[in-house]
T-cell receptor
Framework: RKEVEQDPGPFNVPEGATVAFNCTYS??????FFWYRQDCRKEPKLLMS???SGNEDGRFTAQLNRASQYISLLIRDSKLSDSATYLC?????????????FGTGTRLKVLA | DGGITQSPKYLFRKEGQNVTLSCEQN?????MYWYRQDPGQGLRLIYY???????QKGDIAEGYSVSREKKESFPLTVTSAQKNPTAFYLC??????????????FGSGTRLTVV
């Protein structure tokens, strides 16, 4: 089992729809969490950090559930430009240092 | 503008050849990283460096080498010992190694192909 798991998709949604992705992690020592966006053949870019209390940035809402060990990303009013792969990233301590673990990504296609 | 610059964008390597990928940052970040991305797989850590003149192996270091002679620079050499080097290589940095709330800044990547 992978340490960070995501549904690869693709999620095909019409413009204006609301879509949600989940990401599960297996190591309870994980300490911080992020969502990155990666466009085709480009580098990942930080979308948002995920805080324990949940956080929102415009149309994007991220939540963390430590008890069930998952994080989620909700996108409201989807735009064509939201089409991308969304990477879940977990940061945990590893022998005195911190290690980022990347999920394989969930692909989103927003359709006109 | 501050950022991370990777070069070249595309690189073709012949069998048995060593090639070096460049990564330079002007963000004054302490830590730098090299990742490899293959289709359908998450990013996998090759090497990382927390301070100048020090670096550590990641999960898939075999067939790769690095140096960190300057804070701004962290070049990666893909040696002939790396049997499957065709991949998308990403360099990243962040400002504080043990602060868990900071994400990475990535370079734009180098796409390496063996010919």
């Amino acid at each position: 089992r992978k340490e960070v798991e995501q549904d690869p998709g693709p999620f095909n949604v019409p413009e204006g729809a609301t879509v949600a992705f989940n990401c599960t992690y297996s190591n309870s020592a994980s300490q911080s969490f992020f969502w990155y966006r990666q466009d085709c053949r480009k580098e990942p870019k930080l979308l948002m950090s995920v805080y324990s209390s949940g956080n929102e940035d415009g149309r994007f809402t991220a939540q963390l559930n430590r008890a069930s060990q998952y994080i989620s990303l909700l996108i409201r009013d989807s735009k064509l430009s939201d089409s991308a792969t969304y990477l879940c990233v977990v940061n945990r301590e590893n022998s005195g240092t911190y290690k980022y673990i990347f999920g394989t990504g969930t692909r989103l296609k927003v359709l006109a | 503008d501050g950022g991370i610059t990777q070069s070249p964008k595309y690189l073709f390597r012949k069998e048995g050849q060593n090639v070096t990928l460049s990564c330079e940052q002007n963000l004054n970040h302490d830590a730098m990283y090299w990742y490899r991305q293959d289709p359908g797989q998450g990013l996998r850590l090759i090497y990382y460096s927390q301070i100048v003149n020090d670096f550590q192996k990641g999960d898939i270091a075999e067939g790769y080498s690095v140096s960190r002679e300057k804070k701004e620079s962290f070049p990666l050499t893909v040696t002939s010992a790396q049997k499957n080097p065709t991949a998308f290589y990403l360099c990243a940095s962040n400002t504080v190694w043990d602060e868990s709330n900071y994400g990475y800044t990535f370079g734009s990547g180098t796409r390496l192909t063996v010919v």
